[in-house]
């Protein structure tokens, strides 16, 4: 596929398969998660409030989980961010102006509750977009048979 | 539910991101991905900012997609 584009005249860069990076620790501590969100390439936007709202919804999969077994919390709180990663993505693309969002600086959300993990967890994820973005336009072509042989 | 594993199922083989030369400045054109969606098929996603920047992408992409259809003995005769 470079080929196929750099014979059309193209510059091509080979970007990884995903757009940003998002690594969160949850403390034990009252109300402590802190994450970051980085892209990955030059051409990845930077999406400071999709990072927050996404560090928001595990905060808030956390506090969903009060009163569950001790034992089940880290595997349920996994499970609901997965969840809430992908429906925030799609809802980012479309309401990027979205707003609501706590918390006094970018990737730092204070849930007021006490988390009950045994050790302070430390969880890194690649966020890839599957929305319009990071461009306003998209299209798809299928097909089928080994698409990776090199064509002239 | 999307999971970890199923992500990863979709996660491009390739992506490639395309720029036009302009002087000395790149000039963004577009996002091309080449996802397997199964066994003996794949995808070409591509995204770019405008209508015109997708119509370039198209271009290529169609004429790619289109050589990788072909019969794989068709394609040995028109290279011979």
């Known amino acids: 596929m470079t080929i196929a ?8 860069e080979v970007i990884p398969a995903f757009d940003h990076v998002l690594s969160f620790q949850m403390s034990p501590l009252p109300g402590g998660l802190i994450g970051t969100f980085t892209p990955l390439h030059p051409l990845a936007t930077s999406k400071e409030m999709l990072g927050r709202q996404i560090l928001e919804n595990i905060a808030k999969a956390g506090d969903d989980l009060e ?4 034992g089940d919390l880290y595997q349920n709180a996994i499970h609901g961010f997965r969840f809430n990663t992908s429906t925030l993505v799609r809802a980012d693309a479309r309401f990027p102006e979205h707003s609501g969002v706590k918390g006094s600086r970018p990737g730092f959300m204070k849930t007021g509750h ?3 993990w045994g050790d302070t967890q430390t969880r890194s994820f690649n966020v890839r977009n599957e929305g319009p973005r990071p461009f306003a336009g998209s ?3 299928h097909g089928k048979g080994s698409p990776l042989a090199s064509v002239r | 539910m999307k999971t970890a594993s199923s992500a990863a199922d979709t996660a491009p083989v390739e992506r490639l991101a395309i720029f036009e030369m302009s002087d ?10 080449l996802v397997k969606t199964a066994d003996s098929e794949w995808s070409l996603q591509c995204s770019s900012e405008e209508n015109s ?3 370039k992408l198209r271009t290529v992409a ?3 997609a289109a050589a990788r259809q072909k ?9 011979a």
């Open chain 1, 114 to 116: 006490r988390y009950r």
């Open chain 2, 71 to 79: 019969p794989r003995f068709e394609r040995c005769y028109t290279r």
């Open chain 1, 139 to 141: 299209f798809s072509i």
């Open chain 2, 62 to 64: 169609a004429a790619y």
């Open chain 2, 53 to 55: 920047l997708q119509e």
């Open chain 1, 5 to 12: 584009f750099e014979d059309a005249g193209y510059l091509v």
């Open chain 1, 67 to 70: 009163g569950e077994a001790e």
């Open chain 2, 24 to 33: 000395v400045q790149k000039i963004p054109v577009g996002i091309v991905a």
